[in-house]
């Protein structure tokens, strides 16, 4: 079904474990980024930095 989508997959064998522990890696990787961007955007603010806003 995924390839009818264009999207891919990858197998990560028939234990359910190993799936969620991938998922979860993925997702710790994500809100690492996501609370490193906070930051930065927080430091900006904090230095006199503004907002970019629209185009």
């Known amino acids: 079904m ?4 264009g ?3 990858i197998h990560l064998g028939e234990e359910i474990r190993r799936a969620a ?9 994500f ?4 609370a490193g961007h906070a930051y930065a955007l927080a430091v900006a603010w904090a230095e006199g930095g503004t907002s970019p806003g629209p185009a």
């Open 2 to 5: 995924l390839e009818t989508l």
């Open 7 to 9: 999207g891919t997959y």
């Open 21 to 29: 522990a991938y998922v979860f890696a993925l997702l710790d990787v």
């Open 31 to 34: 809100w690492t980024a996501m």
